[in-house]
T-cell receptor, first 115, second 114 residues
């Protein structure tokens, strides 16, 4: 079965420092990969997506992610973190199944930003 | 309009009540989804509607009953819920049932069952 692993439950970075959130996936074919962000009590917002083409993907809010097939990874990066980036981040993989297509989410990584 | 609107934002209901959650989008998306999210957990898929037809039901108990009256509306009817059903219920939509472009989520309904 397809799965997504986010090894870090939480990460703390200083404001202005760089950020990398890790994501590993298990999928037989070329995966459809996504990163979402969720602020407390809110819905999820799509940051970026990958399903083909350039392996370095640019997203909203200054985020980018790099697809590495050899490592089964899709890590999220940001060069300089702002206090407003504190939130929960979910990596997800699209899974084509009988009857439809669904998105499987990783457990999430909580980002704390310190001044 | 690039939003998914969910109402109500908060709902408290007793175990014998019947209530409904509503979700609306006007982006022309043809797939809509219900997710359940417990605290500090990822969203869990409940139902998928593709072109107004139920395409995926993740073995959800019958006390949850989805309905898709048209391509813009998605309802979730609730009846005889249990306290463990308390959660954030998220609605999402995508351009089509393939969801290659990702989902647009609503801000959710915070449900408390007492």
């Amino acid at each position: 079965a397809q799965s997504v692993t986010q090894p870090d439950i939480h990460i703390t970075v200083s404001e202005g420092a760089s950020l990398e959130l890790r994501c590993n996936y298990s999928y037989g074919a070329t995966p459809y990969l996504f990163w979402y962000v969720q602020s407390p009590g809110q819905g999820l917002q799509l940051l970026l997506k990958y399903f083909s083409g350039d392996t370095l993907v640019q997203g909203i809010k200054g985020f980018e992610a790099e697809f590495k097939r050899s490592q089964s990874s899709f890590n999220l990066r940001k060069p300089s973190v702002h206090w407003s980036d504190a939130a929960e981040y979910f990596c997800a993989v699209g899974d084509r199944q009988t009857g439809g297509f669904k998105t499987i989410f990783g457990a999430g990584t909580r980002l704390f930003v310190k001044a | 309009d690039t939003e998914v609107t969910q109402t109500p934002k908060h709902l408290v209901m007793g175990m014998t009540n019947k209530k409904s959650l509503k979700c609306e989008q006007h982006m022309g998306h043809r797939a809509m989804y219900w997710y359940k999210q417990k605290a500090k957990k990822p969203p869990e898929l409940m139902f998928v509607y593709s072109y107004e037809k139920l395409s995926i039901n993740e073995s959800v108990p019958s006390r949850f009953s989805p309905e898709c009256p048209n391509s813009s509306l998605l309802n979730l009817h609730l009846h005889a819920l249990q306290p463990e059903d308390s959660a954030l219920y998220l609605c999402a939509s995508s351009q089509d049932g393939q969801s290659l472009y990702g989902y647009t989520f609503g801000s959710g309904t915070r449900l408390t069952v007492v």
